[in-house]
């Protein structure tokens, strides 16, 4: 597509329950990044992926959470029980992998009640 | 480690000049970055400088980079009240890996 996709644009879910974020990157980027904006804060990086391999995913907060990458195509971002903090809007962004900078989407704002 | 600060919060007049300032830790860094977030939106790539470069600009926006002192600047020259929003520095090893973000510097232009 055009641009970097992610839905749902809006999550609101129980505590406990578990959710799937979806990021539809850019056509022929093959790196695929996961970041974690909470309220009046900066960026924190979660997951990096090349293609569907996920050479750095040195920034997932706990094992609750999870991502997966179809080729060079869709990702999945899982938060699996969760939990007040978990509150926030999470960013996908992608790149070629050879130019500066990266495509970020809109986001999915995350909210646990 | 890696950490990346930046002022919280610039307020200027329609027309007069902004600064935004960032200081980052790691002298390995090779990519410095300048992304505006508006409400609601994501980030958008504003521009971005290697680190054997000192100066870019790119129509109103000018970047400065001091390796010596890791400071990176932004300069946008005649600012306009569309440009009020959140401004974030990020740096990066190499292409294609990790961004390491400040937490932001919100800018606001007043009439």
């Known amino acids: 597509g055009a641009g970097v996709s992610q839905s749902p644009s809006n999550k609101v879910t129980e505590k406990g329950k578990d959710v799937e974020l979806r990021c539809d990157p850019i056509s022929g980027h093959t790196a695929l990044y996961w970041y974690r904006q909470r309220l009046g804060q900066g960026l924190e990086f979660l997951i990096y992926?090349?293609?569907?391999?996920?050479?750095?995913k040195s920034g997932l907060p706990s094992d609750r959470f999870s991502a997966e990458r179809t080729g060079e195509s869709v990702s999945t971002l899982t938060i699996q029980r969760t939990q007040q903090e978990d509150s926030a809007v999470y960013l996908c962004?992608?790149?070629?992998?050879?130019?500066?900078?990266?495509?970020f989407g809109s986001g999915t704002r995350l909210t646990v009640v | 480690g890696e950490d990346v600060e930046q002022s919280l919060f610039l307020s200027v007049r329609e027309g007069d000049s902004s600064v935004i300032n960032c200081t980052y830790t790691?002298?390995?860094?090779?990519?410095l970055y300048w992304y505006k977030q508006e409400p609601g939106a994501g980030l958008q790539l504003l521009t971005y400088i290697f680190s054997n470069m000192d100066m870019k600009q790119d129509q109103r926006l000018t970047v400065l980079l001091n390796k010596k002192d890791k400071h990176l600047s932004l300069r946008i020259a005649d600012t306009q009240t569309g440009d009020s929003a959140i401004y974030f520095c990020?740096?990066?090893?190499?292409?294609?890996?990790?961004?390491?973000f400040g937490q932001g510097t919100e800018l606001s232009v007043k009439p």
């Open positions: 790691d002298s390995s860094s090779t990519y």
């Open positions: 962004a992608s790149s070629v992998g050879t130019g500066g900078g990266y495509t």
């Open positions: 990020a740096e990066s090893m190499n292409q294609g890996g990790k961004l390491i």
């Open positions: 992926f090349q293609g569907n391999s996920a050479p750095d």
